[in-house]
Structure formats: structure tokens, C-alpha cells
């Protein structure tokens, strides 16, 4: 019997070389109607099991990783009339001051899961108006969530007199190790604040327009931050110093990341381009071209060789940085891609859409890190690609291991002992490291299967059990 593999189409270009090759498919593990308008932002808690995220519609979801089900939902409408307990137990006062003057507008926005902690903090503005309508002030919040115990904070940032511009509120980051989370809002200005508490430490100046992008170094000892001067800065995020200058662009960028050992800033944005930045110095390393609109979201594998990016264009992009080429474009979601993040353990995506839609894909192979390939070669004594699943026998699934000593188009198929093919796996370009990839065998009849990978001109098998 023959399995049922998903294949995909994927437009990518080699060297110049525009053409169409066959790979596994990202699965749609699954889709929820979270939102009713724009998602603005999604993330992962650190340990993979919940998903968040936050609306235009004033609606922030969390969501068990796992099946997309609903763990906990707080809309910004009830927010605003909730009562916090005096000394004397009276719920008297509001979390928000004089809440029958506010609207709010686009809901919450920046979102950032703390590291140590089962704290969610985003962001949201009210806009003040008297009896005719007029405004009379924008404020920006930070609002802080332990879902665990429900425990709610707010906290006001910043306010703008009269007739603001602001449209949306501030973005949000955590440090790596939870103590510190920055808070930057539409007049250009970066707020330190206490990770836990959420108590305002410090704020200085840092763009002369709305910031739309901040992300904290790795070892916490920088803030990289990117506003509508179109600049890239990087800064002391314990005194608020200034650090480095990172270039400057044509547009603002809306996304950035850190690679997870500091070493390199990736930036994405407006101008439909992912930029890899030297923060160290300032220079611009790499411009990754590709997409037809904005940028919206970026992740790095594991290792740090593929990056991906969503865009309002509606596709996934994946490139190779090291060797500075397209591996393929995915495009089955036909909705535009607002927002992306990459689980802890790199196997799988969640993207959320301007249709207020949140996806859950399951990557094709999933990148280890370098260190997860030198131990797996260390332990299975390779000193060549290695090829290996686990488990074997197999009854209904089993993950294939990959080690690859050197970059390569490799090709990854299941045949049975006629020397037939039963299921393509890979036919495309790896990199380096280690790579691993579930094989469904539960449509597969009992027998003797071999994987057969083959590396250019090299081949190498092995042998495969499957049991009912």
C-alpha cells in the first residue's frame, strides 16, 4: 500500500535559477477564528505548551499549544470596567481611571511572554474625549497578566495631549533572564521597567518618531530598537546609554531578532526585505529579497541557517543565510501574514493573519543545533552522514535523523524490497547539521522498508522495520 505524502510546491530560485522543486509540506496541524479583525501579535510561552496572542478587536487568547483549544480569554472592553479591592475589600476604583471617557482603538498590540515567570504582558492606548467627541488625550498601558494566578496590572506609560496621531500602542520585550521589560510607545520614547513588577525604572529618548520594533540581546547587555526615522539603534538597557548606530533604511523595520548568540541582528519590515545586521559594528551583512509587501514577521532554526519570514503577501519565505540562497516559498494559506513566531523546540510555526486567523504549522524538518548534531554523531560513532530513526521497529510513526557533514541538494525517499518507492520525503537543498523528519507509517503494511538518502553522488541506507 501506498503511503499518502503531502507534497507542495515551492517557487525557488538557486544562483539566479528560478524554477519549481517538490518538498514536504508544512502541515496545518490547526486553525482557530481567534479574532475578529487583525491579529496583531502571537509568541509562544518558553515552554512550547500555550500559545498568545492579541487582536485589533481588544481580545487576548491564550491557547494550548497543542490542539489550539482555549486555556484563557480577556477582552480590553471588561478590562476597563474591572474593579481592584481597597484595603477594606470595597472594589471601588477601577484598574483604569474614568474608564466611561475612553475608546479604545486596535486593541492590544505588543506581546511578550516573561521567561521565569507565568507572566503576559502587552500593550494598549485609550483615547480621551469630552461630550462632543473631541479628543482630549492618548494614553499608552502596559498591562501585566499572571494567568496562572489572574492576578492584573496596568500600568500608564505614557500620555499625549489634545489630538494625538497614535493609532496604536507601544511594543513589548522581555530580557532574556525576565528582569527587565522595555516598553516603547508611539512619541518615540523606551520605558525600562522591573520584569516581575512591571515598576517603571527609567525612560529616555530613542527615536524622533513612533518606535515599532524593539528586541533584547541575548545576554541582556543591549536593546536594539527600530522607529519611524527609519533607524536602528542600539542601546544600554540599564542606563539607557546609547551603543551603536545600525544603519539606516528606507523604511521603518516591524520586526527583529536577535540570532541566540548575539552575534547577528535580523530586521524585516516595509520596504519587503529581511536585513541581516553585524551589531557589533553596525554594518549591514545581507538584504534578503523575495517578498511582494511588508515584512511582518521573522524566526531563525536552531542553528541559525534558515531564516524564515511572513509577509502581508501572504507566503512564508525560507533562505538559507550561510550560502545566501532561496530554499522555497510556501503560499497555501492565501491570507496575509501579520505576525510569526517559531516554538522553543523549532519543530513547528504560528502565524496569525489580517483575517484575525491563527495557524499552527508543522515545519517539514526542524533544525538542531550544532551542538544536538555533534552529540548525535558522538553517540552513534558517524563519521560520515548518518541516517537513523527512532523507534525501529515502527508502528505507526517514526522520526528519521539526518547528520550531514556539508551542505547539499539530498534527496530522502522510503522504498520497499522491490526497490519501489513508497513515500518522498526530501528533494531539496540542506545545510550542514542535523535534521529530522516524522514519517507516517501508519498506512504502510508490515515489512522490511528501507530510507534511502542520497547526497549528490553518495548513497546511504537503512533498514526499517514496520509492525501492526
Not at 487582536?55 to 499549544?65: E, Q, T
Not at 484595603?87 to 498590540?109: I, K, M, Y
Not at 542601546?235 to 536577535?258: C, E, I, N
Request: glycine share 8%; proline share 3%.
Amino acid at each position: 500500500m501506498k503511503v499518502v505524502v503531502r507534497l507542495l510546491c515551492l517557487m525557488v530560485v538557486f544562483a539566479g535559477f528560478a524554477g519549481t522543486m517538490l518538498a514536504a509540506d508544512l502541515s496545518i496541524l490547526w486553525r482557530q477564528e481567534v479574532h475578529r479583525h487583525v491579529v496583531n501579535a502571537v509568541a509562544f510561552s518558553p515552554d512550547g505548551r500555550l500559545l498568545a496572542s492579541v487582536g485589533s478587536d481588544g481580545r487576548l487568547s491564550l491557547l494550548y499549544a497543542g490542539d489550539g483549544s482555549v486555556y484563557r480569554t480577556l477582552r480590553l472592553a471588561d478590562l476597563l470596567q474591572e474593579r481592584i479591592a481597597d484595603e477594606r475589600g470595597d472594589r471601588s476604583e477601577t484598574l483604569v481611571a474614568s474608564p466611561s471617557l475612553h475608546s479604545f482603538r486596535h486593541g492590544f498590540f505588543g506581546l511578550a511572554f516573561a521567561p521565569q515567570q507565568p507572566l503576559l504582558a502587552t500593550s494598549f492606548i485609550l483615547k480621551d474625549k469630552d461630550a462632543n467627541g473631541a479628543f482630549l488625550a492618548t494614553r499608552e498601558y502596559l498591562f501585566l497578566w499572571n494567568f496562572e494566578t489572574n492576578r492584573k496590572t496596568v500600568v500608564p506609560v505614557y500620555t499625549t495631549a489634545g489630538g494625538s496621531r497614535c493609532t496604536r500602542p507601544g511594543t513589548v520585550a522581555y530580557s532574556a533572564d525576565g528582569e527587565r521589560l522595555a516598553f516603547a510607545g508611539d512619541n518615540g520614547m523606551v520605558t525600562l521597567m522591573d520584569g516581575v513588577s512591571a515598576e517603571i525604572l527609567f525612560s529616555f529618548d530613542a527615536h524622533k518618531k513612533s518606535i515599532s520594533a524593539l528586541a533584547f540581546a541575548p545576554d541582556g547587555r543591549s536593546l536594539a530598537t527600530s522607529g519611524g526615522d527609519k533607524k536602528i539603534r542600539l542601546w544600554d538597557p540599564r542606563t539607557g546609554a546609547p551603543l551603536q548606530s545600525v544603519g539606516a533604511m528606507k523604511h521603518r523595520a516591524y520586526s527583529m531578532r536577535f540570532s541566540d548568540d548575539g552575534s547577528r541582528l535580523y530586521s524585516a519590515g516595509y520596504d519587503k526585505k529581511v536585513r541581516v545586521w553585524d551589531p557589533s559594528v553596525g554594518s549591514e551583512e545581507q538584504t534578503v529579497k523575495g517578498h511582494h509587501a511588508a515584512v511582518r514577521g521573522i524566526a531563525l532554526s536552531k542553528d541559525r541557517q534558515v531564516l524564515m519570514s511572513a509577509a502581508l503577501d501572504k507566503t512564508i519565505q525560507f533562505v538559507n543565510t550561510r550560502a545566501g540562497e532561496y530554499i522555497g516559498t510556501y503560499t497555501a494559506l492565501r491570507e496575509g501574514l501579520n505576525t510569526m513566531d517559531i516554538a522553543p523546540d523549532g519543530r513547528t510555526l504560528v502565524v496569525g493573519t489580517n483575517k484575525g486567523r491563527v495557524y499552527r504549522l508543522e515545519l517539514p524538518f526542524y533544525m538542531a543545533s550544532a551542538k544536538d548534531a555533534q552529540e548525535t554523531r558522538n553517540a552513534l560513532g558517524a563519521s560520515e552522514p548518518l541516517l537513523h530513526s527512532s523507534p525501529n521497529p515502527i508502528s505507526e510513526d517514526a522520526s528519521l535523523e539526518i547528520v550531514l557533514p556539508a551542505s547539499g541538494h539530498t534527496t530522502l525517499e522510503i522504498h520497499n524490497t522491490l526497490g519501489e518507492t513508497v513515500s518522498q520525503i526530501w528533494d531539496h537543498y540542506l545545510s550542514a547539521g542535523a535534521h529530522v523528519v516524522r514519517w507516517d507509517a501508519r498506512d504502510i503494511a508490515a515489512g522490511v522498508y528501507y530510507a534511502s538518502l542520497q547526497i549528490g553522488e553518495l548513497k546511504y541506507s537503512h533498514k526499517l522495520i514496520v509492525v501492526k
